[in-house]
């Protein structure tokens, strides 16, 4: 396996592609592709005429976990020195907002992936799952955390203490997913709504993921002054003139990106 090719990247007008691309290893997520999907994450969040960044799977696998080949063998001293995943910590710092489209397979790493994105889309055949608890560990690339944040104890327990795969209907109906469609539909899905998001001022995107993100980690009040410091700091942009000049003068805004 050509470490190169673990993810594949394009551009699709503003919206930077990660396509995850190990189809013998259903997308397991090695530290080649932790590595590669971080760095190009990163490449685009620094990129201008990036508004969106797209994350994919194939049709089987979003991705089937981390890479269990590659840590089965591991100390606890190597594990620990390398502080195994940390690397993901880097995604979540990215300030573009994330659009996953998940089919097939989501499981552990890779649902953990998944729900790194600021926006989910998935259909019916998607199955999430956190089996860790099969393999005698837990999960460690945000699992406890994220997916309880976004479900709640009941759910988050059941799926983390049982190893229970959900499908993409009960994902959704839990709060998981973001918009359920078609199975065939949920790639282009994606990329639609990542196209809508980079088509708007990324200044402002970026500060709309900024606040939603800062829900998770502030109490309300301080929560609800951040939001409105920062929507006094968009009158520092041109697009706010901009997009308000647009609609009073009922014409869509062309965007400076400033
Ligand atoms: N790591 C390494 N290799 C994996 C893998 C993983 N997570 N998941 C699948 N593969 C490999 C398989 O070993 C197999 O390779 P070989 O052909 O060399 O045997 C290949 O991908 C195809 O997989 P299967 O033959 O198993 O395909 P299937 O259709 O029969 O089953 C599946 C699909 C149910 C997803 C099954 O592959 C599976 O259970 N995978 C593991 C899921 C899992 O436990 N994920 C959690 C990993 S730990 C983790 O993620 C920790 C964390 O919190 C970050």
């Not at 530290?31 to 620094?46: G, L, S």
Request: charged share 25%; glycine share 10%.
């Amino acid at each position: 396996e050509n470490p190169e090719n673990v993810i594949l990247t394009e551009t699709d007008g503003r919206v930077g592609v990660i396509t995850l691309n190990r189809p013998a290893a259903l997308n397991a997520l090695n530290r080649a592709t932790m590595h590669a999907v971080v760095e190009a994450a990163e490449a685009f969040d620094a990129d201008p005429q990036i508004g969106a960044i797209l994350v994919l799977g194939s049709e089987k696998a979003f991705a089937a976990g981390a890479d269990i080949k590659e840590m089965k063998d591991k100390s606890f001293a190597e594990m620990y020195a390398s502080d195994w995943f940390r690397d993901w910590e880097r995604l979540g710092r990215v300030r573009t907002p994330l659009v996953a489209g998940v089919t097939g397979y989501a499981l552990g790493g890779g649902c953990e992936l998944a729900m790194m994105a600021d926006v989910l889309i998935a259909g019916p055949g998607t199955r999430f799952g956190q089996p860790e608890i099969q393999l005698g560990v837990i999960p460690g690339m945000g699992g406890s955390q994220r997916l309880t944040r976004s479900v709640g104890k009941a759910k988050a327990m059941d799926m983390v203490l049982t190893g229970r795969q959900v499908g993409g209907e009960e994902a959704e109906r839990m709060g998981l997913v973001s918009r359920l469609v078609d199975d065939e539909a949920v790639q282009q899905t994606a990329r639609e709504v990542a196209a809508t998001i980079a088509g708007f001022s990324t200044p402002s995107a970026q500060k709309a993921k900024e606040v939603v993100a800062a829900a998770f980690e502030t109490p309300l009040q301080q929560g609800l002054v951040h939001e409105r410091r920062v929507f006094h700091s968009l009158f520092a942009t041109q697009d706010q003139q901009e997009g308000m000049d647009a609609f009073t003068e009922k014409r869509p805004p062309r965007w400076s990106q400033r």
